[in-house]
T-cell receptor
Framework: GQNIDQPTEMTATEGAIVQINCTYQTSGFNGLFWYQQHAGEAPTFLSYNVLDGLEEKGRFSSFLSRSKGYSYLLLKELQMKDSASYLCAVKDSNYQLIWGAGTKLIIKP | GAVVSQHPSWVICKSGTSVKIECRSL??????MFWYRQFPKQSLMLMATSNEGSKATYEQGVEKDKFLINHASLTLSTLTVTSAHPEDSSFYICSAQGLAGESDTQYFGPGTRLTVL
């Protein structure tokens, strides 16, 4: 079966750095996505990785290792507004998006 | 770029009535649109995938006669919840994918909160 694992919940302090991990086992791979979803709102696109390595976008970076079936989202200089759920999703060989259950990130002052 | 709108943002209806939700890609052509449902504190659940001009593909367990999807143009898809019941109360979110921004990326609308009394 297809599976995406990410921690259910994480807590971090304002101004700090946090890394949210995602491991996946899918039938084929055509890219990995990270989305942010605030409570009661729809997801917003953060990043897309299809090749190994690190993609940096301001305070957010996403890393991919296809051989390990592993990705992480790194958030720097955390702000209170970063409190949200972070969803990892992988596009499989049929170009279907397989969603993780999301990681709820709680930022404390 | 890559803006998706959804209308209405919330709706309250009586049991047995039908509700139509619109999803529009405002600044790009969406070759594929997706409809999701999300219950409180739960994951996104894909309901169906639709391509412009063809019938939608429904996920297992989703009743196609109850959730009618029309994708009449490259910028508009509609979801009609027919004969709605309280258990259909949920957050319905559409997403669109096409020639916008990063290819193969789904961009989400703001969602529609449906409450069936």
């Amino acid at each position: 079966g297809q599976n995406i694992d990410q921690p259910t919940e994480m807590t971090a302090t304002e101004g700090a750095i946090v890394q949210i991990n995602c491991t996946y086992q899918t039938s084929g791979f055509n890219g990995l996505f990270w989305y942010q979803q605030h409570a009661g709102e729809a997801p917003t696109f953060l990043s897309y990785n299809v090749l190994d390595g690190l993609e940096e976008k301001g305070r957010f970076s996403s890393f991919l290792s296809r051989s390990k079936g592993y990705s992480y989202l790194l958030l720097k200089e955390l702000q209170m507004k970063d409190s949200a759920s972070y969803l990892c999703a992988v596009k499989d060989s049929n170009y279907q998006l397989i969603w993780g259950a999301g990681t709820k990130l709680i930022i404390k002052p | 770029g890559a803006v998706v709108s959804q209308h209405p943002s919330w709706v309250i209806c009586k049991s047995g009535t039908s509700v139509k939700i619109e999803c529009r890609s405002l600044d790009f052509q969406a070759t594929t649109m997706f409809w999701y449902r999300q219950f409180p504190k739960q994951s996104l659940m894909l309901m169906a995938t639709s391509n412009e001009g063809s019938k939608a593909t429904y996920e297992q367990g989703v009743e196609k006669d109850k959730f009618l999807i029309n994708h009449a143009s490259l910028t508009l898809s509609t979801l009609t919840v027919t004969s709605a019941h309280p258990e259909d109360s949920s957050f319905y979110i559409c997403s669109a994918q096409g020639l916008a921004g990063e290819s193969d990326t789904q961009y989400f609308g703001p969602g529609t909160r449906l409450t069936v009394l």
